[in-house]
């Protein structure tokens, strides 16, 4: 069942840079999106190609993007999601969204909207699927005593503070059910919406609870506006490290994903200016490109940089083993060969130069509490301090 379409002027405050990425417009007549098409669903033998003279957007607003963005309710039973991935660093996340919004043409979780029947391509930034009862699953899981408390990711898939989350909140109030449990939760996002949330956050960081990595992938507010069209621009997000930084809460930059031929060279810089936003630690990410995502960056590179799509693909290739994507364990996050170690080298000396290279603290789940838990009185009358759970 559809929501209603936000509306172009969503309530909240809407990112200074919003109206910027939204005057795009790619080849393809698409305005505020990262995929010019929906390639077939590669489980589907049938694909439907829509007649988008009839799906624009509101050619006059230029803060509608097109076609328009369909909201629908997911049916999901549960919030928390696991995985055993051993290149990710956690085990337990939590996506109040599937499907993003920001329209990130390389994002390897387009694939995964093909699990719902539709395409990788515009489908995966256009109908976005809404958790709505994600605060309250949450809550419920960690009530249970199988729960044991460990760092939750918000979100491993797609980004929780896309522009919906403005309007609806989700991830706030998933947030707010993290925050009274004292569970710890690191965010990974491309937006300065983050900041809204910063007084959660602040409580949470009074136990070593959180810690926020901001995705920065370029510098060049030309090459973010066709790449990522509707995520914060970078200086947004160098301001958002900033005021995360100054408010006390722990804060990384995340230089994702690099991509060779066209962002690799701006590693040092990016560093240098998260460093001086505030930030403390700091990772990077090689391009990933499974399945169907694949064709969609090579169009993409033809239509914003056909000079340099030889190059980027040629490297990419020379990093996968002759191909455009590794699924590996281990080798799909940083690549093989000559041009992975000189950049796997840039990152390692930027980083040091930058004075990011210092261990962080570990998140700690020390404070967990499950609040009310009747067993709690059992463990005070036996002389115990404190019983599983009671923080």
């Given at each position: 069942?559809?929501?209603?379409?936000?509306?172009?002027k969503?309530g909240?405050?809407?990112l200074?840079?919003?109206?910027a990425?939204?005057?795009?417009?790619?080849?393809?007549?698409?305005?505020?999106?990262?995929?010019?098409e929906?390639?077939?669903?590669r489980?589907d033998?049938l694909?439907l190609e829509?007649?988008?003279?009839f799906?624009?957007?509101?050619?006059?607003?230029?803060?509608?993007p097109?076609?328009k963005?369909?909201?629908?309710r997911d049916?999901?039973?549960t919030a928390?999601?696991y995985?055993?991935?051993?290149?990710?660093?956690?085990?337990?996340?939590?996506?109040?969204?599937?499907?993003?919004e920001h329209?990130?043409?390389y994002?390897?979780?387009?694939?995964t909207?093909e699990?719902?029947?539709?395409?990788?391509g515009l489908?995966?930034?256009?109908?976005?699927?809404?958790k709505?009862d994600?605060?309250?699953?949450?809550?419920?899981?960690?009530?249970?005593e199988s729960?044991?408390?460990q760092?939750i990711?918000?979100?491993?898939?797609t980004?929780?503070?896309?522009?919906?989350?403005?309007?609806l909140?989700?991830?706030?109030?998933?947030?707010e059910?993290l925050?009274?449990f004292r569970?710890?939760?690191?965010?990974i996002?491309?937006?300065r919406?983050?900041?809204?949330?910063?007084d959660?956050?602040r409580?949470?960081?009074k136990f070593?609870?959180?810690?926020?990595?901001?995705s920065?992938?370029?510098l060049?507010?030309?090459?973010?506006?066709?790449?990522?069209p509707?995520?914060s621009?970078?200086?947004?997000r160098?301001?958002a490290?900033?005021?995360?930084?100054?408010?006390?809460?722990?804060?990384?930059?995340?230089?994702?994903?690099?991509?060779?031929?066209?962002?690799?060279?701006?590693?040092p810089?990016?560093?240098?200016a998260?460093?001086?936003a505030?930030?403390?630690r700091?990772?990077?990410?090689?391009l990933?490109?499974?399945?169907?995502?694949?064709?969609?960056?090579?169009?993409?590179l033809?239509r914003?940089?056909?000079?340099?799509k030889?190059?980027?693909?040629?490297?990419?290739r020379?990093?996968r083993?002759?191909n455009?994507?590794?699924?590996?364990?281990?080798?799909?996050?940083?690549?093989?060969?000559a041009?992975?170690?000189?950049?796997?080298?840039?990152f390692?000396?930027?980083?040091?130069?930058?004075?990011?290279d210092?261990?962080?603290?570990?998140?700690?789940?020390?404070?967990?509490?499950?609040?009310?838990?009747?067993?709690?009185?059992?463990?005070?009358?036996?002389g115990?301090?404190?019983g599983?759970?009671?923080?």
């Amino acid at each position: 069942m559809a929501f209603e379409r936000p509306g172009a002027k969503m309530g909240g405050g809407r990112l200074s840079s919003d109206s910027a990425m939204m005057e795009e417009k790619t080849a393809a007549g698409h305005k505020g999106r990262g995929a010019g098409e929906n390639p077939p669903n590669r489980f589907d033998r049938l694909h439907l190609e829509p007649d988008l003279e009839f799906a624009q957007a509101d050619p006059d607003d230029p803060d509608v993007p097109s076609p328009k963005t369909e909201l629908y309710r997911d049916a999901s039973r549960t919030a928390i999601a696991y995985n055993q991935s051993p290149d990710v660093g956690f085990e337990a996340s939590v996506n109040p969204y599937r499907g993003c919004e920001h329209g990130c043409v390389y994002c390897y979780a387009r694939p995964t909207h093909e699990y719902l029947g539709l395409s990788s391509g515009l489908d995966f930034e256009t109908k976005i699927f809404v958790k709505e009862d994600a605060p309250h699953l949450l809550r419920s899981e960690l009530m249970a005593e199988s729960w044991k408390p460990q760092v939750i990711a918000v979100s491993g898939v797609t980004d929780a503070y896309q522009p919906v989350e403005r309007r609806l909140g989700i991830t706030r109030k998933c947030l707010e059910v993290l925050a009274e449990f004292r569970n710890p939760l690191v965010i990974i996002t491309k937006s300065r919406l983050v900041t809204r949330d910063i007084d959660v956050l602040r409580e949470l960081a009074k136990f070593h609870a959180c810690a926020v990595m901001v995705s920065v992938t370029t510098l060049r507010p030309e090459v973010q506006r066709v790449m990522e069209p509707r995520a914060s621009s970078p200086t947004a997000r160098l301001e958002a490290i900033r005021e995360l930084a100054a408010a006390g809460i722990p804060v990384g930059v995340m230089v994702a994903p690099v991509v060779p031929g066209l962002t690799d060279h701006e590693i040092p810089a990016i560093l240098d200016a998260a460093a001086e936003a505030g930030a403390r630690r700091a990772g990077y990410v090689m391009l990933r490109l499974p399945f169907a995502v694949k064709s969609l960056f090579e169009s993409w590179l033809e239509r914003h940089f056909p000079e340099r799509k030889s190059k980027v693909l040629n490297r990419i290739r020379d990093m996968r083993g002759g191909n455009l994507n590794d699924p590996r364990f281990g080798s799909r996050m940083r690549g093989e060969g000559a041009f992975a170690d000189e950049t796997a080298a840039l990152f390692r000396i930027a980083r040091a130069k930058a004075g990011l290279d210092r261990k962080p603290p570990p998140l700690s789940t020390e404070h967990f509490r499950r609040p009310g838990w009747s067993q709690g009185t059992l463990f005070d009358a036996l002389g115990l301090a404190g019983g599983p759970g009671t923080g």
